[in-house]
C-alpha cells in the first residue's frame, strides 16, 4: 500500500519561498507519476505539478509556471516542491498523490500541508 507523507508547510510573507517534501514508501515507484495538488479555502482542489517517477515528464499549472519547481530524489523516494515566488493566492493546502502511469487518476493521497502565504 501506497504511503505519502508531506512535509514543509508554513507561513511566509508574500515573494517568500517554502519547499514541501513527499516521502513516499510502500512500493516501487519508478513507474508512477508523482503529482502535487492543492485546495484554497472555499475552491476546489487543483492541479500544481506531477513528475514522472523516471523524471521522464514534468508539467505544471499555468497559474505556478516559472515560479514552483518539482523534483524527485530517487535515493530517498521523496518529490518536492519548490516554491518561489510565493502569492496570498498560492495559500492552500498542499497534497501529494501517485498514480501509475497508465492510470486516468491519482490513487494514493498524502495528509496534506498548510501553505499560508501574509500579503
Known amino acids: 500500500q501506497v504511503q505519502l507523507v508531506e512535509s514543509g508547510g508554513g507561513l511566509v510573507q508574500a515573494g517568500g519561498s517554502l519547499r514541501l517534501s513527499c516521502a513516499a514508501s510502500g512500493r516501487t515507484f519508478s513507474s508512477y507519476v508523482m503529482g502535487w495538488f492543492r485546495q484554497g479555502p472555499g475552491k476546489e482542489r487543483e492541479f500544481v505539478a506531477a513528475i514522472r517517477w523516471s523524471g521522464a515528464g514534468i508539467y505544471y499549472a499555468d497559474s505556478v509556471k516559472g515560479r514552483f519547481t518539482i523534483s524527485r530524489d530517487n535515493a530517498k523516494n521523496t518529490v518536492y516542491l519548490q516554491m518561489n515566488s510565493l502569492k496570498p493566492e498560492d495559500t492552500a493546502v498542499y497534497y501529494c498523490?501517485?498514480?501509475?502511469?497508465?492510470?486516468?487518476?491519482?490513487?494514493?493521497w498524502g495528509q496534506g500541508t498548510q501553505v499560508t502565504v501574509s500579503s
Open positions: 498523490a501517485a498514480r501509475p502511469v497508465a492510470a486516468v487518476s491519482y490513487d494514493s
